[in-house]
């Protein structure tokens, strides 16, 4: 049977940072009683994520004001896009095993609600690991089996149980945690009370962060064996039930340089002075599922903090979006590389002949071609004239190849890659093929 609040002799009111199940443990604990079965199973389903829980029996016991929006945090809110159409199993707060910090539980007398938060695995206050084992037994912590005062079933004490440091990640992690669920402005003595709703979206915020951590984790951790065509492919082990962890953390709080590391290593495998971000995978999948968290302060600042990288690439052809300098260049003057291909270019078109008006070369009949044809072509130009190399050597591409007047002319550093994109994009994919296989020629001897 339910008892009202007014039959039991010792009433605790709820702290602001202790957990509902803390509370519950604690409130029938002062009376010298255990949890009746039923409010286990019904904490333990909120916690799990039914949010179509009735708490009424609860409210009746605890009160009605011991119970608050927090409690339905996670539960309720199921629209964490894990891109796969379904709720992400990781997104409900722990209730087996029991996870607590033996000073922080020493200090307060109560179970803090961080510890049954999703990725709180350290106290950020005393920086050390959440235990879940008892001392002596070393079977995990059950509310279920938690005996009167705090004890294990075999009588080991919880609060005399130490803890090891915890990795930093953790730490980090904690702490960020308690910032944005609005745990950290109040202090232990504090009555509970309902939270905010912007703490409510700053959490969710929070993991739907990691959740995209998570699924960008496990595309790299994917292996191709072979691809079928431009969307299909086979993944060897692709593991999708990584734990999240210390590369997570890691990416949370990644500044500019690491963003610039992570970027040169998409492209670790590209030659060329250009490079299209849709070649580099795991940068193109990172980008497409970052842009799907929009209105989150996360995925805002890791956005703004890319568009800020590839400002410092960006070759300034508007019309060929996603190109960008290799990141070789970060951090080097571009300006001499593209003076020396503007000198090379002059010196190369003028020993090929003049395209005139009325040549059958300005038809436009044939497939048109397309930007990644041109950028192979000019990044052959490119790295010719970085290398400096010889333009006597193009024997065939000035018999055999004819440029219009304007292209032949002296260019300035800032319109010589423009200009050259706009002309090689805009011949027709037979021309772009012959002009290909004219360097090729030169390239292979």
């Known amino acids: 049977m339910m008892l009202p609040r007014d039959a039991f002799l010792v009433r605790p009111k709820r702290r602001y940072r202790e957990s509902l199940v803390g509370y519950l443990y604690r409130f029938y604990s002062d009376n010298g009683l255990g949890v009746p079965r039923e409010y286990g199973a019904s904490v333990r389903g909120l916690y799990q994520g039914d949010a179509r829980l009735k708490t009424d029996d609860l409210k009746i016991t605890l009160g009605a004001d011991s119970l608050v929006n927090r409690d339905w945090w996670l539960a309720e809110q199921s629209n964490i896009p894990c891109f796969s159409g379904r709720r992400p199993a990781w997104l409900q707060r722990q209730y087996h095993p029991i996870r607590y910090c033996p000073d922080c539980l020493r200090m307060t ?3 803090l609600d961080l510890w049954t938060l999703p990725f709180a695995e350290a106290c950020p206050e005393h920086r050390c690991a959440l235990v879940s084992r008892c001392i002596n037994c070393g079977v995990p912590l059950s509310w279920r089996l938690l005996s009167l005062g705090w004890r294990c079933p075999c ?3 919880l609060l005399d149980a130490t803890s090891p440091p915890a990795p930093v990640w953790c730490i980090r992690l904690a702490d960020e945690l308690m910032k944005v669920s609005g745990l950290d402005d109040h202090s232990e003595a504090e009555i509970i009370r309902d939270s905010s709703t912007k703490d409510a979206e700053s959490l969710l915020q929070f993991y739907e962060f990691m959740n995209w951590a998570k699924v960008l984790r496990r595309r790299l951790r994917q292996r191709f064996s072979y691809v079928l065509g431009p969307d299909w492919s086979i993944a060897l082990k692709p593991q999708p039930h990584i734990k999240i962890g210390a590369w997570e953390a890691r990416l949370l709080f990644s500044d500019i340089s690491k963003l610039r590391r992570f970027i040169r290593w998409n492209f670790r495998g590209q030659s060329g002075v250009l490079v299209q971000i849709q070649e580099a ?14 209105g989150n302060r996360y995925a805002d600042d890791f956005c703004s903090m890319f568009e800020c990288l590839f400002d410092e690439l960006d070759p300034g052809i508007k019309h060929w979006p996603g190109v960008l300098f290799h990141p070789m260049f970060y951090g080097k003057d571009l300006l001499p590389t593209l003076t020396a291909f503007a000198q090379w270019w002059q010196a ?5 002949p003049v395209l005139k008006p009325g040549s059958s070369l300005n038809s436009r009949v044939g497939f048109p071609g397309n930007h990644g044809a041109a950028m192979e072509i000019l990044n052959s130009l490119l790295m010719a004239a970085c290398r400096n190399e010889d333009v006597n050597r193009y024997v065939k591409l000035k018999s055999r190849w004819h440029l219009p007047e304007y292209m032949r002319r002296q260019f300035s550093p800032e319109e010589v890659l423009p200009a050259h994109a706009q002309y090689f994009g805009g011949l027709r994919a037979s021309e772009q093929l012959f002009v290909r296989d004219l360097i090729d020629d030169v390239d292979g001897a």
């Open 155 to 157: 009588g080991a004490y």
């Open 281 to 294: 995978r795991p940068l193109d999948d990172a980008l497409s599922l970052l842009r799907k968290l929009k």
């Open 109 to 111: 007398g109560f179970h």
């Open 348 to 352: 190369l078109a003028k020993g090929i």
